[in-house]
């Protein structure tokens, strides 16, 4: 069996939805004939069992310079220094916009550069027990791929860079400013990568302009149908909507959602004490704001961040599952790791927010649910499944099965499994032409 060295700076038991993949690569890439070790970051908990796992020491490079002005490393610069945080979604302060530009000087190219050292020296102690025959990268964050760029002529072995979130071309991140920066130095790093892969075909031809002498994939995130097999959660009695995951300052936005429920309820299409919204997940200080601002309060259910298994728990029981698309328009190939949970839970998706694109394709795709882009649309999926709970006891879910199998784990590391077999031996296997 072959080798894969697989550099993950996310990775369980971390509970953030980065963690997801490279988890799903390394169960089931063995299956394909790819036996996966592990470098990553040490962190409490249990580890899965299904490869061997380096665990590294980790510097947080924001909390030494902290520490190095005489603050606590640990405590945000807002509660230190007594500075007012602003309650208006995707709006900052002058002194917040500030804080952030210092903070993305000092941590440039990322936060979690801290990493880099560390992982040089495991890798060290790894060439001397360990024949790797591949590299795969996955970011974010980026300094994965700063590693794999070293550690390739280490190992003298292909190196793919997975990029779960585009670099300097995210449209979702950063700015202009931004992007100018970090371009040279993604180029200078993922120059050397023997193939690139990323998570949805928009994002892939991204890079294809960008880098259009390497071999570029396109292989889609997924989920683990392990995690789904148990008899499926009682559902809610309420018509309950939930939402599980990050709002990213504002980047995902709830209120075409709390602006359609307060006008259903004001027309007596919906009755106040049957619907409930729950976010899970942590509380940005917009929110509870916002959620007062509707007068929703009673209805809307902050409930803070929870461990994966009761995340998953609470999907798998309600009515519907809220996704939220970014709210940049020009950002059409955002496949989030979460929609592909979502998918697992077979609950009806109701995504909100952005423009046409990858997520409103999956959605049609499968019949997991619907992408409404206005706000009649959105208002007429909720009167139609708000009237199917109340005449059925529950929102019918029409995902089709069949279509689902092409989005696991076990798909996914497949694919992976192509590209690896592919760059070892030096050309596109026919398998992996289909998804150049």
Known sequence: ????????????????????????????????????????VKLPGLRPTWAPVIETGDEDVLQTWKM??????????????????TQKRDSQLMHTK?????????????????????AMQA???????????????????????????????????PWIADLRDLWSQNLAQGNDLVRLLERPVERRTLR??????????????????????????????????????????????????????????GKRDPTPLFEAIQELIQEGAVKREAIRVRFYGSIEPWLPVLVRSFGLEDL??????V??????????????????????????GQHTGKVFEYLGARRPILAIGGSRGVVTDLLERTKTGVHARSKEELKDTL????????????????????????YTHEQMASQFADVLESVSAGKISQACAAHV
């Open 1 to 40: 069996m072959k080798r894969v060295l697989l550099i993950a700076y996310a990775y369980p038991p971390c509970t953030e939805i980065g963690a997801a993949r490279p988890a799903g690569l390394t169960k089931y890439l063995p299956r394909f004939g790819w036996e996966p070790t592990v470098l990553t």
């Open 68 to 85: 190095r002005f005489g603050l606590e490393g640990r405590r945000s610069l807002h509660e230190q220094l007594h500075l007012p945080v």
């Open 98 to 118: 500030v804080l952030f530009a210092m903070r993305y000087l000092l941590t440039f190219p990322d936060a979690m550069k801290g990493w880099i050292p560390f």
């Open 123 to 157: 890798l060290e102690q790894i060439k001397k027990s360990t024949r790797v025959d591949a590299i795969v990268t996955t970011s974010p964050p980026v300094s994965a791929h700063l590693i794999g760029r070293k550690a390739k002529p280490m190992f003298g072995c």
């Open 192 to 249: 050397d990568a023997d193939a690139l892969v990323s998570v949805s075909d928009p994002w892939a031809d991204r890079l294809r302009g960008c880098y259009p002498d390497k071999r570029v994939f396109c292989i889609t995130n997924g989920f683990d149908a392990d995690d789904f097999r148990p008899k499926p959660e009682t559902l809610t009695p309420a018509f309950t909507i939930t939402y599980t995951g990050r709002l990213y300052e």
């Open 300 to 305: 809307v259910e902050l409930a803070g961040t």
């Open 307 to 332: 461990s994966r298994d009761e995340a998953l728990r609470r999907q798998r029981e309600s009515q519907a599952l809220l996704m939220l698309c970014w709210s940049d328009l020009r950002e059409t």
């Open 383 to 406: 009167r139609a499944w708000y009237a199917e709970h109340r005449q059925t006891g529950r929102v019918l879910y029409r995902g089709e099965e069949r279509k689902l199998d092409l």
